[in-house]
């Protein structure tokens, strides 16, 4: 049998990092959904309710790529009061051609963290003005910060807004954002102002209500909305939604179970099929068109991405790790 | 974060074997099934047409056990050619405190087989006859010898009859049977003969059409059908599952959507739910009950299985193995 390697965080860190060739990679994972004859099976999700723990499962096979990733991706929300992540898991690179276990990702979630950054910078990419002075971010975690770290890549804002519901964190994310891109960072207490004074939002929160009403648009904005994972979530109102000039899935039978879109599709607001943000990369949808537009990208996360980014691993990582024979 | 071990098929294999120990680890498993708080999401199954594969996921969550599996098995039914096994794969272990990964097992579907195996040797120690001087098997496969191997442990057999497709495969099947558990093998070209004869048959094959009918059943005899494991394989009859004096399946909810269940309430033959064996095992549902009856065991594998097995290697394994200083 073929040997397997294993690679924990910090030697991943060391082979790929969140920077324009990672987008580049996660914009041809979008690409290649829009190919046709990808398999992505629904999410499996196991729920620990005495650790207040969950599992996420994710994997996709993409034509194209000569391995396919699978994902687990434990959460267990009182491990913080142990000293410990609520987040980790790994990845698993397999053979596409024969099953064939290629390499194992100890990730603690790393790979996740940057897969999912990259995608909000290739929503900029094709949907976010060409001028983009400021930007704003909802939320003050992980998220928070790389989205902004990822987006500067593509659009580098001189000036970034912050809004959070804990003030404290939200200082210590902007003074994060302003180190990590060079840009100003600032604290805002109302989404409002916010919002008004940005040309591109990017919403990382866990809410349950919406953060972003219709009222709040205008002309020139883009919204990435990649807080909401789960049936439960939500962060952009179903009007606001149908109010945008252009409105982008991941991937449409995602977003509609676990996305911004069921809402809007519970409210009656949303008829028919949305295109997705791997269409609009490929060309068989429009993207933005005009600077006055309001676009807007709901993402939830897809196992292409972690099929993009565990491959572009194995392609980096040399002689890194350790080699397990198996 | 806490050290990961890592395990080679090599290392599992001088970790755990098949043996008494490791039947009763997986009873264990079986009664805690029963206890209720099993958390145990659908399988997550995904096609890769081109490959001529597929790859499965199952895990549980199983209450008293501080760790829970998650199992991951491609299936490439192409790899033969090219000298590689079909099956291969990995568990892993997590913490059910934590989520953190304890262990990672390349097993290559060994521990798959060992505890699908122990299994069927769970199924007869609660529904065989006592007296049990022939054992049928019907299929050639791995499953074939492990499963005369693990009952051999409980029911000690002095004759095993072995039915295949193919007679030359089947040979070979019998003389490894006989190597491996001390009795007399031979082959069987018929399977009425090979069930009349028999106290126990266990079905191993990935038959699509019924092997055994109603009119094959007599007093005394105990079938384990382990081979329909998809919704589109059957090996027992409706009208045998439904003249049996008691049938008893691994998971009620699985053996409906891909064991014997799922074609006999097809049929409209089995109303109401049966009894499932990890209630027998806890004596909440009667066994058998009298050494004349016809039982049957619908086993479609459970991911309660795999969190049992992983559990046992994590408690076994000592030293062994690959630490990752994670």
Known sequence: MPDIRILTEAQLRDVVA??????????NGFRALAGGGV???PVLSMAIEEAHGEVDVKTAYVPGFDGFALKVSPGFFDNPKIGLPSLN?????????TGLVQAVFLDNGYLTDIRTAAAGAVAARHL??????VAGVLGTGVQARLQMQALHLERPFDRCLVWGRDPQRAAACAADIAAAT??????MTEIAPLVKQSQLVVTTTPATEPLITADMLHGGL????MGSDQGGKTEIAPEALAAADLYVCDRVSQCALMGELRGARAA???AGDPPELGAVIAGQAPGRSDPRQVTICDLTGTGVQDTA????????LGEAGTVIHA
Chains 1, 2 share one sequence.
């Open 89 to 97: 898991g790994l990845m698993i690179l397999l053979s596409a051609t």
């Open 182 to 187: 060079g840009a100003s960072a600032e604290v």
């Open 222 to 225: 883009h919204i990435t909305a």
């Open 39 to 41: 398999v992505m099976p």
């Open 268 to 270: 009656g607001l949303m």
């Open 128 to 133: 976010a003005p060409e001028d983009l002075a």
């Open 18 to 27: 969140l920077d324009r060739e990672t987008v580049d990679v996660i914009e």
């Open 309 to 316: 980014i565990a491959s572009h691993v194995a392609a980096r």
